[in-house]
């Protein structure tokens, strides 16, 4: 079993939809938690970055962290077509690498 | 420039030839990681560095790799005498510090015929 796990779609979407992405984890140690956007052919490219548990908000998105469920979401409003790409979990602690699930590629159709 | 570079972006190498992958990273920089990403997956740890010292090359998966970052700038990532499993897309990341945000460039995606 890998360390971050993470469904990898598709997930397909009408346009406006509200998208929950999701993964789960096992090594406690984890407290750094980021989402990365990865477009065909493209590096990662990061969208949100969070310590510990709690949310944060930005613009259509919204990331939440519950530690004690090893449990980390990416949410994101008002879905558009130029969401469409796949979308990267990834975490650090005590190493400082950061590890990355195997991504969930998401279509929102128009 | 703003972000961290890559070159080549792409590269074919024909089977047992070496390779060389550059990486320049953001300016002042201290963190710089090394990925590989085979397609449909993730990026999977290669190799970290803090300035210049290779501080842990544990995802490295063979002695045919090498990396280098002998001014704790732009570092290079050597293949020797490649294999057709080694073609993926080879990503370089880097953060200010430890643990902080890390910004990746766009990879070199490596073909081996």
């Known amino acids: 079993q890998k360390e971050v796990e993470q469904d990898p779609g598709p997930l397909s979407v009408p346009e406006g939809a509200i998208v929950s992405l999701n993964c789960t984890y096992s090594?406690?140690?984890?407290?750094?938690f980021m989402w990365y956007r990865q477009y065909s052919r493209k590096g990662p490219e990061l969208l949100m970055y969070?310590?510990?548990?709690g949310n944060k908000e930005d613009g259509r998105f919204t990331a939440q962290v519950d530690k004690s469920s090893k449990y980390i979401s990416l949410f994101i409003r008002d879905s558009q077509p130029s969401d469409s790409a796949t979308y990267l979990c990834?975490?650090?602690?005590?190493?400082?690498?950061?590890?990355f699930g195997r991504g969930t590629s998401l279509i929102v159709h128009p | 420039g703003a972000g961290v570079s890559q070159s080549p972006r792409y590269k074919v190498a024909k089977r047992g030839q070496d390779v060389a992958l550059r990486c320049d990273p953001i300016s002042g920089h201290v963190s710089l990681f090394w990925y590989q990403q085979a397609l449909g997956q993730g990026p999977e740890f290669l190799t970290y560095f803090q300035n210049e010292a290779q501080l842990d090359k544990s995802g490295l998966p063979s002695d045919r790799f090498f990396a280098e970052r002998p001014e704790g700038s732009v570092s290079t990532l050597k293949i020797q005498r490649t294999q057709q499993e080694d073609s993926a897309v080879y990503l370089c990341?880097?953060?200010?510090?430890?643990?902080?945000?890390?910004?990746f460039g766009q990879g070199t995606r490596l073909t081996v015929v």
């Open positions: 090594n406690s140690a984890f407290q750094y």
């Open positions: 969070t310590y510990s548990s």
């Open positions: 990834a975490m650090s602690g005590g190493s400082y690498i950061p590890t």
């Open positions: 990341a880097s953060s200010l510090n430890m643990n902080t945000e890390a910004f």
